[in-house]
Nanobody, 119 residues
Framework: QVKLVESGGGLVQPGGSLRLSCTASGSTFSTYTMAWFRQAPGKEREFVARISQRGARTDYHDSLKGRFTISRDNAKNTMYLQMNSLKPEDTAVYYC????????????WGQGTQVTVSS
């Protein structure tokens, strides 16, 4: 497993932008598929986006395409989530997760960072 730490959350007005970061410990970051999930109050955790080991492939929740962009910098052991045109319904705790190459589930999770979209 790898230790993950999210940062960059906060309060933003509707229509604003935030960039979340997820920094991993260890030297094997580039071998993990990485993803962002979020959980809003009273709701189940949902998938946001994922990125392949070298960043060549990305996938998004259909409702977020065009507003959110996932990326990674393996030299910095860091993954990012650029969020634009934020809406109140984007308010949630955002978690990053890592999946080992042979795993079928995400086995490492960060502690989460709060994103609140409100005027």
């Amino acid at each position: 497993q790898v230790k993950l730490v999210e940062s960059g959350g906060g309060l933003v007005q509707p229509g604003g932008s935030l960039r979340l970061s997820c920094t991993a410990s260890g030297s094997t970051f580039s071998t993990y598929t990485m993803a962002w999930f979020r959980q809003a109050p009273g709701k189940e955790r949902e998938f946001v986006a994922r990125i392949s080991q070298r960043g060549a492939r990305t996938d998004y929740h259909d409702s977020l395409k065009g507003r959110f962009t996932i990326s990674r910098d393996n030299a910095k052991n860091t993954m990012y989530l650029q969020m634009n045109s934020l809406k109140p319904e984007d308010t949630a705790v955002y978690y990053c997760a890592a999946k080992e190459p042979i795993a079928t589930m995400y086995t490492s999770w960060g502690q989460g960072t709060q994103v609140t979209v409100s005027s």
